[in-house]
């Protein structure tokens, strides 16, 4: 499987201090073990490149198509347009076309407000994708940043770092992935075990009351632009949080460096070891402009998309719950609203979790700068960390919409309003008006 190419080529660090960058020692003696023990180490190590861990995330959203590749563009438009008709046109309309033809005669409070909580989910999906396609160019010019920062990781810890966040960085989409295609899943079973149809879309084409042919066809046309959507909802959700585990990974890297920065040096060091300090605290300022400007970069694209999640996740919350405790009124139907509420949560919980670490550990930075080895430096040094250290108290913090940061606090605000919701709708007896009890 390719790698996406999701950039243009690195740049590079200033000449002046990339010729002066220390290289690491090798020991004489390393070869001839690598040579005689092990002929594989004779090839170099494949080097790793954050870009590594966006791979399963660009390949989604090629899949869906908003990324387009650099051959054969007029088939993909092809694709690209079938795919967003059928599922970013034609799925909230279908719901939204479903939820008004309903009659009196045929209505059941249960499965409309799971049809209604859904359709409140699809037309967000298909507003988020829709803003993806103009937001994704963004995402794709911060490669030449990802070059810079993956040519400082030169440790083992470093390395270890970057490795991790390739493997989480996948991961994160197959979870994603699981997590919603559960809730598709189990919505399907739940329905079709009780004879009827999973989100009652409005089709003109097929009657699924003339047979049992008619009626597995129109499950079928219901499921697949569902699933597709749900792994709309995958990219447009797990994109937020696999960038900002990047920031995090690199930050994570710059503590790292810093920990160790002139770790042997002693009271009696002579100039050109002193500049040589002076020139790797430089590089250490560079590596972390190059993660605000990565952060710069980042930061509006999830502020656009997770403000629009944000305004439909606490009226979801509150309408699942309604449904589950008042108008459910089977096991299987609980059991979807079940999974429908943990794709809900999943959607805005990771994002805050890993938005609330990069704070956290961004606020680490200006400790491990004044914790590093700098009282037997010379001047400038001192000069340099006093303003690396103002530099770095910058905060590093996404927001929804630019209105409300985005944090477990906020999360926690979410689920309290919306289980005022579910006790305040709770107290008007629906139940008992519906004669449901």
Request: a negative charge; glycine letters at 4%.
């Amino acid at each position: 499987m390719e790698h996406p190419d999701i950039g243009e080529q690195p740049a590079l660090l200033p000449q002046q201090i990339q010729e002066e960058q220390p290289q690491p020692e090798t020991k004489s003696n390393e070869i001839p073990k690598l040579n005689h023990e092990n002929k594989w180490d004779l090839k170099a190590e494949p080097p790793l490149e954050t870009r590594q861990g966006l791979r399963y995330l660009y390949n989604g959203f090629r899949f869906l198509g908003i990324y387009f590749p650099k051959r054969r563009k007029g088939l993909y438009l092809l694709w690209s347009i079938i795919v967003n008709l059928y599922v970013t046109i034609f799925l909230p309309t279908g719901f939204i076309m479903g939820i008004i033809s309903v009659t009196d005669e045929n209505v059941e409070i249960g499965n409309l407000l799971t049809s209604f909580q859904v359709a409140i989910n699809v037309v967000g999906c298909s507003i988020k994708i829709i803003l993806m396609y103009f937001l994704l160019p963004q995402l794709l010019k911060c490669e030449p940043i990802f070059e810079r920062l993956d040519g400082r990781c030169t440790s083992r810890e470093e390395k270890d770092l970057i490795r991790q966040f390739v493997h989480d960085g996948n991961r994160l989409v197959v979870l994603f992935t699981v997590a919603y295609w559960s809730y598709s899943s189990s919505t399907c079973i739940s329905a079709v075990l009780f004879g009827r149809l999973p989100y009652n879309i409005y089709n003109p084409f097929i009657d699924a009351n003339a047979s049992r042919g008619y009626f597995i066809l129109a499950v079928f046309m219901e499921m697949v632009p569902m699933d597709i959507a749900c792994f709309q909802q995958v990219v447009d959700d797990s994109y937020a949080v696999i960038y900002t585990q990047i920031l995090r990974t690199h930050l994570q890297a710059l503590l790292i460096r810093l920990q160790h920065l002139n770790d042997d040096d002693a009271a009696d060091l002579d100039d050109e070891a002193q500049e040589r300090n002076v020139e790797k605290l430089k590089l250490c300022i560079i590596d972390h402009k190059s993660i605000i400007e990565l952060y710069n970069r980042v930061a509006p694209v999830i502020s656009i998309t997770i403000f629009v999640q944000f305004t439909i996740t606490a009226s979801l919350l509150g309408s699942t719950l309604i449904n589950i405790l008042i108008f459910a009124t089977n096991t299987a139907s609980i059991v979807a609203s079940c999974f429908y509420v943990l794709a809900v949560v999943v959607e805005v919980f990771p994002l805050c979790y890993y938005a609330q670490c990069l704070m956290d550990e961004n606020n680490r930075l200006t400790e491990a700068i004044f914790h590093s080895n700098w009282i037997y430096q010379n001047k400038r040094y001192r000069q340099m960390l006093i303003f690396f250290m103002q530099r770095s108290q910058k905060v590093i913090e996404f927001t929804a919409g630019k209105l409300f940061p985005i944090t477990l606090s906020s999360f926690l605000s979410i689920a309290k309003f919306s289980f005022s919701l579910y006790t305040l709708i709770k107290e008007m007896d629906l139940k008992e008006r519906y004669g449901l009890n």
